[in-house]
């Protein structure tokens, strides 16, 4: 047996695989690319910023073309998804979706570079989102931490919003809750869109495998998992399972719009459905609530086939929900 072969100790393909030595290979990551000054699709200005030095956060923040220091705009904090152990703020996929979602609804975008698992298990990814919007709400206070111009200069705090795609829809949720519970610094979210959110739990519903042993070899298992293996309640912690008995209440999501977006053909789909459904029975006192169905499209396609037209519809869709 050849001894420079490493031991694998476990995998979620096509996704990730975990090594005995401790080193992960992440099999579908897109490319990082550095920030850009202006790029020569959109105009939107990039670059990347040290949010905490203990722990290391990071993040990319984008300013749209044209932005002038009065009126000023609104601001999308953005969690991206992954699985929560890979990707990237600084992937190629994610600063394209990014620089379009700038330019169309015209805001500031701050994309938080999170801690990934299984190096960093859940909760930490948790904590550095949180850690993350609360770096960024400070810059609302007169006197306060002016770490970052783009945002004390063109940012209407009265207008902030936060997103993420499937894991980071997931984060997005368990933020709003926080926020929700513990208030941001003064700051309050304006709304929030979770797109193809990363829900699961251990009852099947709608069109979910129903045989367990089945689905406990599903990558929605595997990777929760993998991810955060000390999670109370395994696959029905309330961060996975939201409408979880026993979990927090929904009416206490932090933001006065929320829009939920699904695909069709995506795994997911129910999950999101259910959440939207659990929501409006939970006494959420917000002004807006819409769901989002794209027939036809699978999960994250918006990102992953950025250059359909379904693709630039949700994008203008999204963007459209930004006032």
């Known amino acids: 047996m050849d ?32 920030p850009c000054n202006e790029d020569p699709e959109t105009g939107v200005s990039s670059k990347d910023i040290v949010v905490s030095k203990s722990p290391p956060i990071s993040a990319r923040i984008y300013l749209p073309k044209h932005v002038e220091q009065s009126p000023k705009i609104p601001l999308l904090v953005y969690f991206h998804g ?35 698992a299984p190096e960093h298990p859940l909760p930490i990814g948790y904590e550095d989102c949180w850690s993350g919007l609360q770096w960024v709400a400070s810059h609302s206070i007169d006197g306060g931490l002016k770490d970052e111009p783009w945002l004390s200069t063109y940012v209407d705090f009265d207008r902030l919003y936060v997103g993420g795609d499937s894991a980071g829809a997931n984060l997005a949720h368990v933020i709003l809750l926080r926020a929700g519970s513990e208030g941001l610094n003064g700051v309050k979210i304006k709304g929030a869109f979770l797109t193809h959110p990363y829900f699961w739990g251990s009852k099947p519903i709608g069109s979910e495998i129903k045989n367990n042993e089945e689905r406990e070899k599903l990558a929605t298992c595997m990777i929760w998992h993998l991810v955060y293996p000390e999670a109370p309640g395994g696959i029905d912690n309330p961060m996975l399972n939201p409408v979880v008995e026993g979990g927090p209440s929904l009416a206490g999501l932090g933001c006065s719009r929320l829009l939920i977006s699904v695909a069709k053909e995506d795994f997911l789909r129910d999950r999101g459905v259910s959440y939207y459904h659990a929501v409006k029975k939970s006494g959420w006192k917000g002004e807006l609530m819409e769901l989002v169905d794209v027939e036809g499209e699978d999960h994250a396609f918006h990102i992953l086939a950025h250059e359909s037209e379904t693709a630039m519809k949700l994008i203008q869709k999204l963007a459209s929900f930004i006032v």
Do not use: H, W
């Open 82 to 116: 992954g699985a929560f152990c890979f990707e990237s703020a600084f992937s190629f996929v994610e600063t394209k979706y990014m620089n379009r979602l700038a330019k169309q609804a015209n805001v500031v975008v701050i994309s938080i570079e999170y801690r990934l």
């Open 3 to 34: 001894s420079n072969v490493k031991e694998i100790a476990t995998e979620v393909l096509p996704y990730i695989r975990v090594y005995k030595d401790g080193s992960v290979d992440r099999l579908v990551d897109s490319p990082i690319v550095p």
